[in-house]
């Protein structure tokens, strides 16, 4: 190759890349084997990705062969009463020896304007170029809570999501939208009513130690509103046998019990940012990406 001309392209990855993207994932050591991206890039496949927006990413190729690939989730989300366009900059690589091309991956990534991006789990060295291309943090940590020991929000009631959930002014349809997807997803969807409104929320399960199973909170309108309910959606967790939840956060939840942690930071770019409480589409549950992939820095 490097005795030919170098004709450098970066273009949408189309179905029948399946395999090389896989290679690439696999060359830049992000865990997880053959099957476990076969099935992630399917279910990327499935995904109902908003029209003009790539469905998978974008493939770097040098003389016709591909060297570099980024994997982009590009999702129709509920903000209040609109539905705005969110896009989960996950996985990339590049062979070091084409890196001085990475950057039209990037470009060709962040080219929608309307859009808001974010970064959910950012390696040391991304997060040094992170600026640069024009986002802000707006996460620092977890708070881990005991939700059940919360004061009893008297009135309510939880339920899980289920197919048949009706829009009205309450519950839009993009909301039940999310509830249901990540149903599918394996998480847990569940809807409070309370003084005759709902409200939605998902958990992901994750098993930390082997033994201990906490609910982290993907999807709510807001940390405000897991506070108010947080009593009884605890203790129907804890009839599942799950007694810890995360939230995302940058430092203690006023109304919980429990403990503050730094973690991977979360960031973003674009018109409307991400509250804290709702990942919904990301990396963790569209992908089952649900440990902290690493670009590869093999020389």
Not at 108 to 115: I, Q, V, Y
Not at 161 to 187: F, M, N, Q, T
Request: aromatic fraction near 10%; hydrophobic fraction near 40%.
């Amino acid at each position: 190759m490097a005795s030919k001309p170098l004709r450098v392209r970066c273009r949408q990855i189309r179905d029948d890349d399946a395999d090389a993207v896989v290679r690439l994932l696999q060359k830049g050591g992000f865990g997880g084997d053959r099957d476990f991206w076969a099935i992630s890039l399917r279910r990327l496949a499935n995904h109902p990705t908003p029209e003009g927006y790539p469905k998978f990413g974008y493939l770097l190729e040098v003389n016709g062969v591909p060297v570099g690939m980024l994997l982009l989730i590009s999702s129709l989300v509920p903000a209040g009463p609109e539905m705005k366009v969110r896009c989960n900059v996950s996985s990339w690589y590049v062979f070091p020896a084409f890196r001085a091309y990475a950057g039209l991956l990037v470009a060709h990534a962040l080219r929608h304007k309307d859009a808001t991006y974010f970064n959910i789990s950012p390696t040391l060295p991304t997060i040094a170029h992170l600026a640069a291309q024009g986002y802000t943090r707006y996460c620092d940590g977890r708070f881990l809570a005991l939700p059940a020991l919360s004061l009893r929000s008297f009135g309510a009631r939880v339920a899980p999501a289920a197919p048949g959930l009706k829009a009205g002014d309450d519950l839009s349809p993009g909301e039940i939208g999310v509830l249901l997807s990540h149903l599918r997803y394996g998480c847990i969807s569940v809807v409070v009513e309370a003084d005759g409104r709902r409200h939605p929320f998902v958990f992901e399960t994750m098993t930390h130690f082997r033994v201990v199973r906490v609910a982290y909170l993907v999807y709510s309108r807001g940390i405000a509103e897991f506070v108010r309910f947080a009593g009884p959606l605890g203790r129907f967790l804890a009839r599942r046998g799950i007694v810890l939840v995360q939230l995302d956060g940058s430092g203690p939840v006023k109304g919980l019990i429990g403990h503050y942690f730094q973690a991977t930071p979360k960031y973003f770019r674009g018109p409307d940012p991400p509250r804290l409480g709702d990942i919904a589409y990301s990396e963790r549950e569209v992908l089952g990406l649900r440990f902290p992939p690493s670009v590869g820095t093999e020389d």
